[in-house]
């Protein structure tokens, strides 16, 4: 988890907040139901900036194990379908995994 220390500064620099278990990281982010488009593109341009550090320290970002869920009332049901990470629209999943805490 050394190497990828770096990745939580971008992360964090977008106001977004991450969490890391060995190989594995969470990006998250909370807002206004009025703003989720506008926090979709924001966690789709911070994991294309995670992307770009990865590469840059031959790292690569496993696109086929991106997952996305909203975590909101059932009642909000106006939410953005996919978020988009470069050319990749990602839509959202009914679960996901979460990791443990350290």
Same mark, same amino acid.
């Given at each position: 988890?050394?190497? =990828?220390?770096?990745?939580? =500064?971008?992360?964090?620099?977008?106001?977004?907040?991450?969490?890391?278990?060995?190989?594995? =990281?969470?990006?998250?982010?909370?807002?206004?139901?009025?703003?989720?488009?506008?926090?979709?593109?924001?966690?789709?341009?911070?994991?294309?900036?995670?992307?770009?550090?990865?590469?840059?320290?031959?790292?690569?970002?496993?696109?086929?194990? =991106?997952?996305?869920? @909203?975590?909101?009332?059932?009642?909000?049901?106006?939410?953005?379908?996919?978020?988009?990470?470069?050319?990749?629209?990602?839509?959202?999943?009914?679960?996901? @995994?979460?990791?443990?805490?350290?």
């Amino acid at each position: 988890m050394l190497y =990828t220390t770096a990745v939580v =500064t971008v992360i964090e620099r977008r106001g977004l907040s991450v969490h890391q278990y060995a190989d594995d =990281t969470q990006v998250y982010g909370r807002c206004h139901p009025n703003d989720a488009t506008s926090l979709c593109r924001e966690l789709g341009g911070c994991i294309e900036q995670v992307a770009c550090w990865m590469s840059a320290n031959r790292l690569q970002l496993n696109a086929a194990k =991106t997952e996305f869920l @909203w975590l909101v009332p059932l009642r909000l049901q106006l939410l953005p379908d996919h978020l988009v990470v470069g050319p990749v629209q990602v839509a959202p999943v009914a679960s996901a @995994w979460c990791l443990p805490r350290q």
